[in-house]
């Protein structure tokens, strides 16, 4: 996993999976570029990374915003002078107030589809000329579990279906340039996005009411992961630093599942 003196942007970093991907990056030798809507949580983050004894950035982009991410990739090129690794991990499972509707409203479906596709195209058109230029690149993109197996009323799992098709496409762009890009799906994490689906949960799933969140993030486990035992943010750090490293020079267009055996295809 040699990613030493690699300059790495992460979107999303500021909290959950975003910040695992950070710190396990610097420790394995990256300076960060530590990208999110919340600028304090990235500035946070930031100060761990520097801990760690790698440099890093911390700066505000809201995916959905062209100006925002241009501006974040100047940012980072005029400190760094190039980008070797994106991690397009940015996303929100539902618009304001989602955890309290058994419906997905209109709005949850927009803010879905532009922050986890939209938003992760974005960033990606805006890196893409400085990897191209020097014939080298590796992208990643967060998916999910919930990207492999389509559910009822689900405009999240459609969008994470939609983050493996981008990767193969990009993939198939790219791959003449030397650019690697896959995907990690992720399983279950308890993060604050997993936080407002407990909620969800023991509202509108029968065999959920009157749990407590670490309750029914339990029964999840115990129900839907083979293995028995959630993921962390560390686990898909360790796979996105082996997806970023020159040892997975040939792997390009995948999408990995890091999901205790939730899915297998
Ligand atoms: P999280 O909600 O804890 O963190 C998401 C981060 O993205 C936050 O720091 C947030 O501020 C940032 N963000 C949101 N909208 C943004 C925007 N418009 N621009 C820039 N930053 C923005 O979520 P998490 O659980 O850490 O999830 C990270 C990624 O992993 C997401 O893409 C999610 O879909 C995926 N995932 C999570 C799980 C899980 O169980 N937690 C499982 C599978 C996939």
Redesign the pocket.
């Known amino acids: 996993m040699d990613i030493t003196n690699k300059i790495a942007i992460v ?8 910040r695992g991907i950070s710190l396990v990056f610097a420790q394995n030798g990256a300076d960060i570029v530590v ?4 600028v304090e ?1 990235a500035q946070s983050v930031a100060a761990e990374v520097e801990k760690l004894g790698r440099k890093a950035l911390a700066l505000h ?4 915003d062209q100006e925002s991410v241009e501006t974040m990739v100047h940012e980072a090129i005029s400190r760094f002078g190039r980008i070797d690794i994106l991690v397009n ?5 539902g618009a304001e107030g989602w955890e309290d509707r058994d419906v997905s409203s209109e709005e949850d479906w927009d803010v879905i589809y532009e ?2 596709v939209k ?1 992760m195209n974005r960033v990606t058109r805006a890196v893409i000329p400085y990897m191209k230029e020097r014939r080298y690149g590796k992208i990643i993109n ?5 990207g492999r197996q389509g559910a009822p009323d689900n405009p999240y799992a459609i969008s ?1 279906a939609g983050v493996i098709s981008l990767t193969q496409g990009s993939a198939t762009e790219l791959a003449p340039y030397d650019i690697n890009v896959n995907a990690i ?5 308890r ?4 936080e407002r689906i407990a909620v969800r949960q023991e509202q509108f799933l029968e065999s959920s009411q009157g749990l407590t969140p670490a309750e029914v993030f339990d029964k999840n486990i115990r129900e839907r992961i083979p293995l028995g035992r959630e993921q962390t ?1 560390e686990d898909i750090g360790y796979t996105a630093a082996f997806l970023a490293s020159d040892y997975a020079k040939n792997i390009t267009g995948q999408a990995i599942n890091v999901s205790g055996g939730s899915r297998m295809n």
Request: aromatic fraction near 2%; include cysteine.
């Open positions: 979107t999303g970093a500021g909290r959950g999976i975003g990208a999110d809507i919340n949580d982009v809201d995916v959905t991990n940015a996303g929100v499972i922050v986890n938003g967060i998916s999910s579990q919930a994470k799906c992720p399983g279950i994490l993060t604050p996005m997993w943010p």
